[in-house]
């Protein structure tokens, strides 16, 4: 009797009945050889390839893995402020500035997004000489992968600062200051900004001059998610002093610090302190403070630090302990020793500028211009908790001879930007970078000569 | 793009998708041990990795390792009362932590607290802590909680940032202190297993095989003591719990004969319910949940559950002996057999150890859309170890095979391992009876139908005859023709073919076979 076994479906492999209980597209052995829906369901094929993913070895033998739905940073877009003419916007780097920076703002801005300029603040707040442009501000933060600015897009003395977000996509305004009753104006600006807490605080510089110690200024906390802005404390001066401001802002112990600023190099500053959501007004600090005005306060192993200015003696740094002790950490030395340029003398308002965190070391940059505005002479330190180490000193007068007044670690990475032009004649378009805290990549013509202090990241 | 986290050799390494790996710094004092393989959590933007380093850790997406969480203060620190403050009252107990943030100021771990101060009574003073530990952990500061006047509950006090100061003062009124009481912290143990369920961290400690700890909801890195499940029958195996199994909406724990599923929805509402006895989880490495269906190797198979929660063995009548019989694989080391998925072709993959070796060197899949079984396959290009998925740069997941070489391995269309290693494709077929096993018959000329390949040759092997038929001449069917008629088989009452190709670079793909035959009677 004839017959005929058809096998169009391949069953796969049975190896749990007899032989002669399988049906006929079972299989007893399939090794390699597969049904692949991929165009070929129903047949029987030989398995893909297996190829390597990785053509340089693991450490060993690869006993685990497992993959991640989340973006590992793959561009890393770099944008800082410039400002030529009477034109504002920005410098944009994707390559961390190894080749030329484009302008105009990476896509999103708009034309109107752009840092303001220190000419709307410092005009006022700081007095006429050059030296003093380099407080500037900083107003400019990144958090949570956004970058939070004082905007340009306001007109002086008639519509209202504005802080702008930038998310690598798209550029809106957060949140506005509002109107100064202090001096009946709208704000004028915004002097700094950090993050902490969950929030940004900043600080406004309201109006007033600061040759006639009348400016005025206010602390705000605004909601990075929803830019809800409130008032931290009162408007500034506060009891005891009369004159003076506000310029830097920390984070420290749970509570906000400011250190006064304005009237003059010599003038005494106070230090202040609020808890914000808890108490009403700002906490006058130890009064054994000591008066030195300063540019900077950062949080380094549990101390308060602050940068501080001189005039023609050396600028120091300063520590407040976590009981409420004030002492000096460091004292700026015209001869720092080994290959650190030996300046002549120091000048009016040398300072330490901007203070930084990066891989476990305290980082300040340090700016001096002699008394015969002859030479200019910048450095920066580190110290480690112990000692201090001049690790970059350009040689006087060199390009990177700038004050450095804005500070950013990204990616392993710190970077020190230049203050706005403080120099006729002598461009201060710089930023300096290292990876290690030893070897620094400077990076010049990035800024433009009166771009305010900012430097921002956003990864994608 | 996406990146995969891979455990090369003593390293932990990124894997990005063009295949470059970069070395990850692991915390000051974390080894990990080559041998052990790696468990993995993913909670939040982190990955959780545990077993092999001797201290679980964390992942970030930047690559940077931390440990999981610190570890606790482990000093009391000295309690006084200085001028310059307003507290007024006995204060006991105040205590300290370890915190890391993230750079944006979220913390992202706290360690638990340290021992208790004795009592202070300041008198319109503040409250210096002298003594303080200083971490051996990288940590962001120290957290400082104490109760209320005269109160034993604490809140959360004040920070302090940094990793050096020994001495602090504060005098933060009690109304200012924080209004919700101090979290429970603690800190988890030298964690085998690990899950995500439910905004929690699930997992079981070297050391105490039989209970399940878990840490608080929303705090991966909170692990009170109190937090921790007995899983029944205390002390009835040696490995204790072998397996967690996180699905959409349950949890489920397993011995390696019995399953308990989770119920409850905090401390005092968890409980263990049995839902299953005889049937456990025999290795954790080869659970897979997949579109909320879990499959797993217990000890006489592979199971599965599905949404509705319904056990069943899907190896049972198709491949039972392969996990019951010691005929195909090393059933010594099933507690080591890897599972995956192969989302692109919809298959439960499982990497086992060939009969008489101790490397998971073969491995089967089944089908999870017809429930067909293939392979055991093997390659002649390296030995894996392990199977899971990565991300490609389109953010799909794909199947990878990972050798102990240190490679992985990915699908390739060129039916080729490596660079030029043939893929020995060797299929036996059943013995064929035509439904009338008692009689002889004349198999005939077969028609074999596949896909017209642009060359290679597939060699059949026919068997006629009993059962215990010996292999015939071989036969060669071209892959280039898409239909050829082969030579007759033979006379016997059953035939078998095997189809074998080893040649690299071809493809077998093979749409049906027809075989005429002719019944010549019985004896």
């Known amino acids: ?460 | 793009m996406p990146f995969s986290l891979v455990q090369g050799g003593s390293s932990l390494q990124t894997l990005d998708t063009s295949g470059t790996l970069t070395t990850l710094t692991l915390p000051t004092g974390v080894t990990i041990d080559t041998s052990t393989r790696p468990r993995f959590a993913i909670y939040g933007r982190y990955v959780v990795v545990v077993n092999s380093p001797t201290r679980p850790i964390t992942v970030d997406p930047e690559g940077v390792v931390r440990v999981l969480t610190p570890r606790p203060p482990r000093t009391k620190p000295v309690a006084s009362a200085v001028a310059g403050g307003s507290l007024t009252g006995t204060y006991e107990g105040i205590k300290q932590s370890f915190f890391v943030n993230d750079s944006d100021g979220n913390t992202i771990s706290e360690s638990g607290m340290g021992p208790p101060t004795l009592s202070i009574s300041p008198s319109s003073q503040a409250i210096q802590l002298a003594g303080i530990d200083v971490s051996t952990d990288t940590i962001s500061g120290s957290r400082f909680y104490r109760p209320a006047t005269n109160g034993t509950t604490l809140f959360k006090w004040f920070d302090i940032e940094g990793n050096t100061q020994t001495t602090v003062m504060d005098d933060l009124a009690d109304a200012s202190l924080e209004l919700v009481a101090a979290p429970e912290l603690g800190n988890p143990p030298d964690l085998v297993l690990v899950a995500e369920f439910r905004e929690r961290l699930w997992g079981r400690s070297r050391i105490d095989p039989d209970y399940l700890r878990y840490s608080e909801a929303g705090k991966m890195y909170a692990w009170p003591t109190l937090n921790k499940l007995l899983i029944p029958r205390i002390g009835s195996s040696e490995r204790g719990i072998t397996g967690i199994i996180s699905r959409r909406d349950s949890l489920i724990v397993g011995r390696e004969t019995v399953l308990y599923q989770i119920a409850g929805s905090g401390r005092l509402t968890f409980a263990t319910v049995k839902i299953k006895e005889n049937v456990g989880i025999e290795s954790s490495d080869s659970i897979v949940v997949y579109r909320d269906v879990a499959y797993w190797l217990a000890r006489d198979g592979v199971y599965s559950m599905d949404e509705g929660g319904k056990i069943t063995c899907i190896s049972d009548n198709k491949v039972r002996n392969w996990f019951n019989s010691d005929t195909y694989f090393n059933r010594s080391r099933f507690q080591y057999a890897v599972g995956g998925v192969d989302p692109l072709r919809n298959k439960y993959i499982l990497l086992l150890a060939n009969v008489g070796d101790s490397d998971e060197n073969r491995w089967v899949e089944y089908n999870i859309t017809d429930g067909t079984w293939w392979g055991p396959h093997k390659t002649d290009a390296f030995t894996p170890v392990y199977v899971t998925n990565i991300l490609d740069s389109n953010s799909l997941s794909i199947p990878v095979i990972c050798s102990t070489t240190g490679f992985v391995y990915k699908e390739q269309s060129t039916r080729t391992d490596d660079t030029a290693t043939a893929i020995d494709f060797d299929v036996d077929g059943k013995f064929h009876d035509g439904g009338t096993p008692d009689i002889e018959k004349v198999w005939g000329q077969p028609t074999l139908i596949s896909k017209i390949q642009a060359a290679g040759t597939l060699t059949i092997t026919p068997k006629v005859g009993g059962l215990d038929a010996s292999a015939g001449t071989a036969i060669s069917a071209t892959m280039t023709l898409g239909r050829e008629v082969l030579r007759r088989i033979g006379v016997g009452r059953f035939m078998q073919m095997n189809f074998r190709h080893t040649t690299a670079a071809q493809d077998v793909e093979l749409f049906g076979l027809e075989q005429p035959f002719f019944e010549l009677g019985s004896r």
Request: hydrophobic share 35%.
């Open chain 1, 1 to 460: 009797m004839p017959g005929k076994i058809n096998i169009y479906s391949w069953n796969g492999v049975n190896v749990d009945k007899n032989d002669i209980q399988l049906e006929d597209g079972d299989l007893r052995k399939a090794q390699n050889a597969t049904r692949d829906p991929l165009g070929a369901q129903g047949s029987m094929r030989k398995r893909a390839g297996l190829t390597k993913h990785n053509s340089i070895a693991a450490a060993g033998a690869i006993r685990g893995a497992v993959s991640l739905p989340l973006t590992k940073p793959s561009t890393r877009k770099f944008v800082a402020g410039r400002y030529t003419g009477s034109t504002a916007g920005w410098n944009t780097s994707t390559d961390d500035f190894v080749t030329s920076v484009t302008t105009g703002g990476p896509d999103g801005y708009s034309a109107s997004a752009t840092p303001r300029l220190p000419a709307n603040i410092w005009t006022n707040f700081a007095s006429a000489d050059d030296r003093q442009r380099a407080f500037s501000g900083r107003p400019l933060v990144t958090y949570k992968n956004r970058i939070y600015y004082a905007g340009n897009d306001y007109t002086l003395n008639t519509t209202a600062p504005t802080i702008r977000v930038y998310d690598g996509t798209i550029d809106y305004v957060l949140t506005t200051i509002p109107y100064s009753p202090d001096v009946g104006v709208q704000s004028l600006g915004i002097l700094n900004m950090i993050t902490a807490n969950g929030k940004i605080y900043l600080s406004t510089y309201d109006g007033g001059s600061y040759a006639a110690n009348t400016v005025k200024t206010r602390i705000f906390e605004v909601d990075p998610d929803s830019g809800a802005t409130a008032q931290i404390g009162s408007r500034f001066p506060i009891t005891p002093e009369t004159a003076r401001v506000p310029y830097a802002l920390a984070w420290w112990y749970g509570r906000l610090w400011c250190r006064t600023y304005t009237g003059g190099v010599t003038a005494t500053s106070k230090t202040y302190f609020i808890r914000p959501g808890i108490d009403d007004d700002w906490t006058l600090d130890n009064t054994s403070a000591g008066t030195l005005t300063c540019s900077d306060m950062f949080t380094f192993q549990g101390q308060l630090y602050f940068a501080c200015i001189a005039d023609t003696a050396a600028a120091v740094v300063r520590v407040r302990n976590t009981t409420g002790t004030y002492s000096t950490s460091k004292t700026a030395a015209l001869d720092e020793g080994g290959g650190t340029p030996v300046m002549s003398d120091f000048g009016a308002y040398n300072h330490f500028g901007t203070l930084i965190l990066f891989s476990s070391s305290l980082y300040v940059s340090y700016f001096n211009k002699n008394a015969a505005d002859t030479n200019r002479y910048a450095r920066i330190y580190k110290y480690d908790g112990t000692s201090w180490t001049v690790v970059y000193s350009p040689a006087a007068n060199a390009t990177t001879a700038v004050p450095f007044h804005f500070a950013l670690v990204h990616n392993s990475k710190v970077y020190f930007v230049s203050a706005p032009s403080s120099d006729t004649g002598v461009t201060h378009n710089v930023i300096v970078s290292s990876s290690d805290g030893s070897a620094w990549t400077d990076v010049t013509t990035v800024l433009d000569d009166t771009s305010t202090n900012t430097l921002g990241i956003v990864t994608s």
